[in-house]
Structure formats: C-alpha cells, structure tokens
C-alpha cells in the first residue's frame, strides 16, 4: 500500500465512530464526476443520522479526501464541492466556451479577409498611398486596433501592423512592405526588418529594381508608353545647360564638358491622367539574370 493509500486509510479511521459521514464519503467516492454543493452534502449527510453542522460537515470531508477535493466558497452562497480533476476539466471547457471561441473567431475572420484581398503578384505600384495600404489590410483587424488605442485609429503604424498579417497570411509582401524594403536600401537592415515580418525580402527589391529598369527600356523603345506622353495641355519645362566636371582617377585628373537637360512636369497633372499606368511588370526569376539591352543614340 502507497504512503497516499496509508494516509487516507488512517484518516478514514478517524470517520468510523460516525456511520452517516461513512456513508457520505461512500457515495460521493461512487461518483467522483459529480459536482455537489454543501447543502445537498449535508441534506444526504443528516437523512442518514447524522448531525454534525454543514461547515463542520465540509470540514470533515476536506481532511479525509485532502488535495482530492476541492471547496469552491463565495460570500452568501452554498459552497460547490467537487474533485480536482473534474474541476480542471470544467474550467477548461470555460475558457474555451468563453475566452477561446471569440478570440479564434475573430483570428479566422481576419485570416479569411486577408486571403480575399487580391493584389497581382505579376504587377508592382509604382506608388503607395493610405488608400492602397488600407485596401491590403483586414478590416476586422484594423477595427480590433482601433479599439485598443487611439494611436493606432487608422494610423501609419496601423496600416503596417495590417499590412504586415496580410503578408504573412499570404506569403506575399504587399505594397507597403515593398516600397518600405525600396526605400530602406541598405540590404543587411531589409533583410533584418524582412526575418521579423516588416518588409520584402532584399531579393524582392532587387527584383523590383530590374523590372523598373526593364520597363524604363520598354518605354524607351516605345515612347507612347512614357507618363510625360499622355499629358494633356499641361506645361512642360526645361532647362539645359553645360557644365564642366573635373574626375579624379587612377590616371590622373580627368576634365570633361557636357551638356545637361531637365524636364519637369506638373504632377498634379500626372495624377488625374486618364489611363496612367500605375504599375510596372514583375519580372521572374529567370529573367533578372537576362541582361537589359539599352542602346541611346549621341547626336553630333
């Protein structure tokens, strides 16, 4: 016989000049899955000759079972008595019933809304803004921060922790993580803020880098599909000039004359351009290796 079995059996020792609390213990051992409450103890207690007080009676049954059982009390209320391990298993169904079930609900809403924002994978924006951020982020997660703080109310650091889930979800960057990864640069800090969700990967830059190199080519080769095109009775200004430019090199100190052009245009005017293309071709991987061909020609 364990030391557990010894203990208990000297206790019951103890209960056996009393056959109605024997009788008690008998019963509530019979079914250990059952919940009572200490009137209900005591009620079957004194139905059997007993007459010990129900505070007494309680007391009782807590030295005999020890740790086994457990006492639940509140002021002006009976006390609940039930076994540990039954107890476990109730409150593990509470917290499920009343903690879990919202919290998982709200997590598949905001997944499946992720997945149901749709951004072409083959295309990039050429220009971020609140409205393409938000367009990218959960509505459901984007209410849920709100309510956590106002600084977080449709705020930049709201529309990045949104942004941020989506990618994540998706296992794509999104618009905002890629012109954050652009505008970053430096490869070791992309590459950082990437391993922690924040941004694109460094690749996806340098994929972004040569497929605006390759479509600056095409636009080159096809002047039509040049922005500064499609303006409509806007201004246009340039200024050319020439300038002298010293270089330092291996071979000595080079001096050079050359004639520079600028071109400005109204952006305003570029904004509200009927049929502006806002994107540029994502490139593959295959292709990022194919060199880019760009020939201009020098008029003497």
């Not at 997590?107 to 803004?129: F, G, L, P, T």
Request: aromatic letters at 6%; charged letters at 25%.
């Amino acid at each position: 016989m364990g030391p557990r079995n010894v203990e208990f059996a000297a206790k019951r020792k103890t209960t056996t000049d009393d056959p109605s609390l024997q009788a008690t213990i008998r019963c509530m051992e019979n079914d250990k899955s059952k919940t009572w409450t200490s009137v209900e103890l005591h009620s079957f207690y004194t139905g059997n000759g007993g007459s010990l007080p129900r505070k007494t009676l309680v007391q009782k049954l807590s030295d005999v079972f020890g740790d086994e059982l457990l006492v639940l009390s509140s002021k002006g209320l009976a006390n609940i008595v039930i076994f540990r391990n039954k107890a476990s298993t109730l409150l593990r169904l509470d917290d499920l019933d009343e903690d879990a079930i919202p919290i998982e609900y709200t997590a598949k809403q905001i997944v499946s809304e992720c997945k149901k924002i749709h951004y072409n994978k083959d295309k990039y924006n050429i220009r971020i803004d609140r409205k393409l951020a938000a367009e990218q982020s959960s509505a459901t997660l984007s209410k849920l921060l709100s309510c956590m703080s106002e600084k977080l109310s449709n705020t930049l650091p709201a529309l990045l922790i949104c942004n941020m889930v989506t990618g994540l979800v998706k296992n794509k960057p999104t618009s905002l993580q890629i012109a954050l990864g652009i505008e970053t640069r430096e490869k070791a800090c992309i590459q950082n803020l990437y391993d922690f969700g924040v941004k694109c990967s460094y690749d996806e830059v340098l994929r972004f880098k040569t497929s605006a190199a390759v479509s600056t080519v095409a636009e080159e080769q096809n002047p039509s599909l040049r922005p500064i095109t499609d303006a409509n009775e806007c201004l246009i200004q340039a200024v050319a000039d020439n300038f002298d430019a010293n270089v330092s090199s291996q071979n000595g100190l080079k001096s050079t004359h050359a004639l520079a052009l600028l071109l400005t245009q109204n952006k305003r005017t570029l904004d509200i351009t009927p049929g502006y293309n806002r994107t540029i071709d994502r490139i593959s991987r295959d292709a990022m290796k194919t060199p880019i061909k760009s020939y201009v020609k020098i008029q003497h």
